[in-house]
């Protein structure tokens, strides 16, 4: 059975620090490419940074480049999203995708940057 699984989500301040985890199971994580993206209220989802599968390749939204990394441990099947300098316009719920043979989605994990 297919799972990915976020956690790190919460609430913190402007300017802040969050690392998000994405926890893989049922399916070969290390042959596919991962996507973090998030939906605030409202709004469409977006993509904010995605990674191959070997980890080589990384890319970001302009809104984020410079404060958020992703990376990936393919030993761990587990893709992270650190997340620094945070924005009161980066509350969102953020969701976990593996895209390669299949497409996967986790179930989302909030955050909310607020003072």
Known sequence: QVRLAESG???????GSLRLSCAASGFTFSMYAMRWYRQAPGKERELVAGISSAGGIANYA?????????SRDNAKNTVYLQM????????????????????????????????
């Open 84 to 115: 620094n300098s945070l924005k009161s316009e980066d509350t969102a719920v953020y969701y976990c995708n593996a895209r390669g043979t299949a497409v996967f989605w986790g179930q989302g994990t909030q955050v909310t940057v607020s003072s």
């Open 62 to 70: 302009d809104s984020v480049k410079g404060r958020f990394t992703i």
């Open 9 to 15: 989500g919460g609430l913190v301040q402007p300017g």
